[in-house]
């Protein structure tokens, strides 16, 4: 049984990449999902460790059976000329002890007549073979809803071993190299946060958009800034003009271009000039003392830099894809609550120079209701 889903992995993988060349930066086929499919509500506590249960056991299944892939279909279905094996097997192995725990926080709401809970999984192991079952003996009544399900986390799990396979030749959010790194993996159960990068935009674009949004719907976002852009809101709108947009709200480094730092010879240069320009105009309470690399790309040596500058690099673990042409915005709204159902807590990624995050998180909002709880961004300068 095992070899016979193995295959079909590693078939269903290849079908959705095969005729895609693979990048550095962006997934070959991004992971969606029809949401609909689950017919519950998600917006009391209740209801979404439901759905956040069967969600998690469709997802550490797929876990399970794709770290069975060998090098060889790794590098075929993905296009890579290389594959870091260790770093395959670390992420799989930390997203599996991930997920036990994320279960393990959602029954605490178990009864014993709800179909979505499992006898309590005594270790790692357990927890494999009892998701198993369980996926296996679904209702037909729902087989379209695990049947889309299965396909996300197939493909969702293929962007990410895609990253740990190029990771550190091509470094990523996949993984931290020291303590002064976090992607948000390590948040309380139910607590998220709202980051966006590259902005901000031109005078009344999405950025000004974006944010009228977040303070309509009363929730506050870390502002990943362009040096070269937010220079550019200055020299438009003065400092105060720029103080204003920003208002309760919090603002960051993501360097003065949108390039890799990992090979760019002057990204200790585009760290300091974006920090000394957001500094110099942002109100001090609002200026987080984080950095976010342009496609998390960064280099290994630099913690001791980045300590003198007093800047801690800031990642994510949860990728809206918000900027990919393949996905719209009702796509970024499915995929974003469903991470979040699997995950349970998190750094969640957008860029406010689109429209998709300032049309999805409204609904967002919505669907999750009062079951998470929204951080305040100045809470991140403590990670």
């Known amino acids: 049984m095992r070899t016979f889903l193995k295959s079909i992995v590693a078939c269903v993988c290849v079908l959705m990449i095969q005729s895609v060349v693979a990048d550095p930066v962006g997934p070959a086929a991004v992971a969606t999902i029809d949401r609909n499919l689950w017919s519950e509500d998600i917006s009391?506590?209740?209801?979404?460790?439901?759905?956040?249960?069967?969600?998690?056991?469709?997802?550490?299944r797929n876990l399970h059976v794709m770290q069975t892939m060998s090098d060889s279909e790794i590098l075929a279905t993905f296009k890579i000329n290389s594959v870091n094996r260790n770093s395959v097997d670390q992420w799989i192995n930390t997203e599996l002890s991930l997920t036990l725990n994320n279960y393990l926080q959602a029954a605490k709401s178990c009864s014993a007549s709800d179909w979505t809970c499992i006898e309590k999984p005594l270790g790692l192991t357990d927890f494999l073979l009892k998701a198993d079952t369980w996926v296996v003996s679904i209702p037909a009544?729902?087989?379209?809803w695990r049947d889309n399900l299965d396909r996300f986390t197939h493909t969702y799990i293929s962007e990410q071993m895609r990253l740990a396979a190029l990771f550190p030749k091509v470094t990523s959010e996949i993984a931290t190299f020291n303590e002064n790194e976090w992607t948000g993996?390590?948040?309380?159960?139910?607590e998220f946060y709202l980051t966006f990068d590259d902005g901000p935009s031109k005078t009344q674009g999405t950025t000004d958009e974006t944010l009228a949004m977040l303070k309509e719907q009363k929730k506050s976002g870390a502002f990943f800034v362009l040096g070269a852009n937010f220079q550019?809101?200055?020299?438009?709108?003065?400092?105060?003009?720029?103080?204003?947009?920003?208002?309760?709200?919090?603002?960051a480094l993501h360097g003065w271009e949108h390039q890799s730092h990992a090979k760019w010879e002057q990204w200790q240069d585009s760290v300091v000039r974006t920090k000394e320009v957001v500094e110099n105009t942002?109100?001090?309470?609002?200026?987080?003392?984080l950095f976010r690399p342009p496609y998390g790309q960064r280099q290994e040596g630099s913690?001791?830099?980045?300590k003198v500058q007093q800047l801690h690099v800031a990642l994510w673990n949860i990728d809206s894809q918000d900027w990919n042409a393949k996905i719209d915005a009702n796509a970024v709204e499915n995929r974003i609550v469903t991470l979040m159902l699997i995950k349970r807590h998190g750094v969640i990624l957008f860029h406010d120079i689109h429209p998709?995050?300032?049309?999805?998180?409204?609904k967002i909002f919505s669907d999750v209701g009062e079951s998470v709880n929204w951080g305040d961004c100045h809470s991140l300068a403590k990670l």
């Open 356 to 362: 998709k995050a300032k049309l999805a998180l409204p």
């Open 232 to 251: 550019n809101r200055v020299n438009t709108n003065s400092n105060d003009g720029v103080r204003t947009l920003y208002a309760n709200q919090c603002v």
């Open 141 to 144: 009544t729902i087989s379209a």
């Open 282 to 289: 942002t109100n001090k309470q609002n200026v987080l003392p």
């Open 185 to 190: 993996a390590s948040l309380a159960d139910r």
């Open 44 to 60: 009391t506590k209740i209801g979404f460790d439901r759905a956040s249960r069967a969600s998690q056991l469709v997802y550490v």
């Open 303 to 306: 913690k001791d830099f980045f």
